[in-house]
C-alpha cells in the first residue's frame, strides 16, 4: 500500500496535468476566436494590460496613502520629487468642511497654493505618482517578434 506522502503527490500532479491541459484549451480556444473575429492570432500587447496596472496601483496610492500620510518608502520619495518639481516644500491637509488641499510648507507656516499652482501641484503629483509605480513594477513587457 503505497504512502499518504506519495499519494498525496501523485494527486497533485494528476491536478496540476489537468490545470495545464485547461490552460493549452483556453489559448487554442482564444486563438481560434481571434482569428474568427478577423484578427491576429498572436495574443494583444502585454503593454496595453501593464498600463492598466499601473494606472489602478498609482490612483491607489494618489488616492489613499499619499494624502493619508503614510510613511512608506514610495510615497516619501513620490513628496519629495513633488517638493522638487514645485521648487517649494509641499504639504496635504484637510479643512474642516472642505476637500483636500495641497499646501507651500514655509518657514512662516503653511500657505495654501494659489488655484494655478494647486492644479500644477495635482497634475505633477500624478505623474510622478505613475512614473514611480511603473519604475517599481517587476516585469517589463516583452516585444514579440512579428515575422
Known amino acids: 500500500m503505497p504512502d499518504m506522502h506519495t499519494l498525496q503527490m501523485r ?7 489537468q490545470q495545464l491541459l485547461a490552460a493549452r484549451r483556453l489559448a487554442r ?4 476566436r481571434r482569428l474568427a473575429a478577423g484578427e491576429k492570432p498572436q495574443d494583444p500587447d502585454p503593454a496595453v494590460n501593464r498600463r492598466v ?4 496601483v498609482a490612483r491607489e496610492l ?4 499619499i494624502f493619508t500620510g503614510s510613511a512608506n518608502p514610495v ?5 519629495a ?9 509641499v504639504g496635504f491637509t484637510y479643512p474642516p468642511g472642505a476637500r483636500l488641499r495641497i499646501v507651500a510648507i514655509e518657514p512662516e507656516g503653511q ?3 494659489s488655484a494655478e499652482e494647486e492644479r500644477r501641484a495635482r497634475h505633477a503629483l500624478w505623474r510622478i505618482t505613475r512614473q514611480k509605480v511603473d519604475q517599481s513594477m517587476l ?3 516583452r516585444r514579440e517578434a512579428v515575422c
Open 139 to 141: 516585469e517589463r513587457p
Open 81 to 89: 520629487e513633488l517638493s522638487e518639481a514645485m521648487g517649494l516644500e
Open 111 to 113: 500657505r495654501p497654493l
Open 53 to 56: 496596472f499601473v494606472e489602478k
Open 75 to 79: 510615497v516619501e520619495d513620490i513628496r
Open 62 to 65: 494618489y488616492e489613499t496613502l
Open 29 to 32: 480556444f482564444r486563438v481560434k
Open 11 to 17: 494527486i497533485m500532479l494528476q491536478s496540476y496535468e
